[in-house]
């Protein structure tokens, strides 16, 4: 079947089902909640929503657990409501992308369940070890939620298992052929209902290095360089393309921790069938601007880090392969948080819009990201739920465990949505699952969409601009000021290549008559403080005229010398004429 990449116009809402909209009344977030929501979705100008984890699972690690790939679980409304809730979505235009977590099950999965006692075909679904006679673990890697190693002794089996996450989800055995039946199998059953595609979880994890040898012992992540992008990960990847992805006109985005622009390339090239497994991949260092590859070893936040992997991945990927765009999503804190400022809320929140919306790719909005959402500051550890957060730094005090929850937990992306500035937040009637940030009376969607000042109001016109703009979707990209630790400003541009890469576009009709002419200047502050912005060389402020601007006093025009003054965190897109 022909890709028409699709994907490649549209911009993506993720939902954190549990937290994003309670419809029925038992404090959980749920697709009823998501069903009362979609005219809500559909007024950010978003294409389509990528769910995490619906499935049943026992909730160890909120739905990244499951014991059934070929249901929805009772508390989203089962079956039933997901049903309601793609034919919902598609009237409205609005595609639906699931999450494929198959490096791992629940340990309550059914085929685990047999797999520990050696009924067939089950036995070798998962990664076994023997005791070793010295009594020494199979190999020496890290779990990353335990904080401690990735083998669980197994009563019931006399045997070792493997669990790169949390002690409930055991890594499955991607190298029997039978488990690889099974992903088909799951492909196919979701894509046969009528789901546009997967967002893969840790999906560079599922080929781990033969013989499973000892790793340098990376603190927290030994191993992580034996079975990240292992031997055998494009013959996979290529086999769930062959066999059932490739007959439907469908996406698929891969979560690829440590990965560079030219390690991506040979997943997601276009120039080359053999290296395009996948369509797209989430990195990571655009999450690393102030941490060290994880939240847990925080850095002071870095704009130069920021703007060097934004422009890295911008730069390699033009022509060769396509982007997704991102900054914020369930597995980190709040960005405002991160690397804005929540005493300039509003204006940082427009202006890390501003940064990634007007670069090529698909960007994708996290729940309450477009509330401009904070993070969340609980009095106490015992507060948060999180299992990758509550095993971090065990062992030290209270108080040095609360102050790095506080700027690295995930939970601060997993408060319930605030809707409104009544009781619950508007989430629920019912007391919710889990505890709503104080600061909703304040922040809320009701509040938000009144403003038309606000975070939520810039992501809508934005969000509207970029889909306007043949050069933010074909366009070549350009940095200036790089050494700037207060100014992010791009480029995007036609040039021969360019436009040459649009003709030959199989959507690029969608476009006609839409000028691309002149050139796009994306300016944004990081500072909290007024900052003087001089117009680049080569860009004539007689001809610029301003697309989108964070104030809304702001002056249409550069002044005549190129010298623009911006407020504290200020964003603005112009348009130089010709
Ligand atoms: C991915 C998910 C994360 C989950 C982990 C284990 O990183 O995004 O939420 O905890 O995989 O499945």
């Known amino acids: 079947m022909e890709q ?35 005219d809500y979705i559909q007024s950010l100008h978003v294409d389509g929503i990528w769910f995490s ?301 501003a940064s990634y919306l007007f670069q090529q790719g698909t960007p994708f909005v996290y729940q309450g990201q477009e509330l401009g959402m904070t993070n969340w500051y609980p009095k106490s550890t015992s507060m948060y739920e999180d299992v990758q957060t509550i095993n971090n730094h065990l062992n030290s005090p209270e108080k040095k465990r609360l102050k790095l929850y506080h700027r690295a937990s995930r939970d601060s992306a997993r408060t319930p949505v605030q809707w409104t500035s009544g009781k619950f937040a508007g989430f629920s009637e019912h007391e919710p699952w889990f505890y709503v940030n104080e600061n909703y009376t304040a922040v809320n969607a009701e509040a938000e969409d009144r403003d038309p000042d606000s975070v939520l109001n810039f992501y809508r016109e934005a969000i509207r601009l970029r889909k306007s703009l043949p050069l933010v979707r074909y366009g070549k990209y350009r940095e200036y000021y790089k050494h700037s630790q207060k100014l992010y400003v791009y480029e995007r541009y036609m040039d021969k290549e360019a436009k040459r890469i649009m003709q030959k576009s199989t959507d690029a009709g969608k476009y006609e008559g839409k000028d691309t002419s002149g050139r796009l200047l994306v300016v944004c502050s990081y500072s909290d403080l007024p900052e003087e912005f001089r117009v680049p060389k080569g860009f004539d402020p007689a001809k610029a005229e301003l697309l989108l601007g964070s104030e809304k006093e702001a002056a249409a025009q550069a002044a005549a010398d190129g010298t623009i003054l911006l407020k504290p965190y200020e964003a603005r897109v112009y348009l130089f004429h010709d």
């Open 53 to 353: 984890p619906l499935y049943p699972s026992p909730g160890a690690d909120c739905g990244y657990d499951i014991s059934d790939y070929f249901d929805i679980a009772e508390e989203f409304g089962g079956m039933e409501a997901f049903r309601k809730l793609l034919e919902e979505a598609h009237r409205r235009g609005l595609r639906v992308i699931m999450d494929l977590v198959v490096n791992h099950t629940s340990d309550e999965h059914e085929w685990f369940q047999k797999s520990r006692q050696r009924i067939d075909p089950y036995t070798d679904y998962y990664i076994w070890r023997e005791k070793k006679p010295d009594g020494k673990l199979p190999n020496n890697w890290a779990s990353m939620f335990e904080g401690g190693t990735a083998w669980q002794w197994d009563e019931v089996r006399q045997e070792y298992y493997l669990h790169l996450f949390a002690i409930k989800q055991p890594d499955l055995n991607m190298d029997n052929p039978l488990v690889r039946e099974e992903v088909k199998k799951i492909l196919k059953f979701w894509l046969d209902l009528g789901v546009d595609g997967f967002r893969e979880d840790v999906i560079t994890f599922i080929s781990k290095a033969e013989g499973l040898p000892d790793d340098i012992p990376v603190p927290g992540a030994a191993g992580i360089l034996k079975y990240n992008h292992g031997p055998h990960i494009h013959e996979y990847l290529q086999e769930f393309r062959r066999d059932v992805l490739s007959h439907y006109d469908c996406m698929t985005l891969a979560e690829a921790p440590l990965v560079s622009p030219g390690k991506a390339l040979q997943y997601i090239s276009e120039k080359d069938p053999e290296k395009h497994d996948i369509d797209m991949m989430i990195q990571f260092q655009v999450m690393c601007a102030n941490c060290l590859f994880t939240d847990y070893v925080p850095m002071k936040f870095s704009l130069r880090r920021l703007k060097r992997a934004f422009s890295r991945w911008q730069k390699k990927l033009y022509g060769k392969a396509w982007n997704m765009l991102y900054l914020e999503n369930h597995d980190h804190p709040r960005v405002i948080s991160r690397y804005g400022s929540e005493k300039y809320r509003t204006e940082s929140g427009k202006s890390l819009a």
């Open 4 to 38: 028409t990449q699709w994907y490649k116009d549209g911009v993506f809402y993720q939902i954190w089902p549990r937290s994003f909209k309670d419809g029925n009344g038992d404090g959980m977030g749920d697709l009823y909640g998501v069903i009362e929501k979609l």
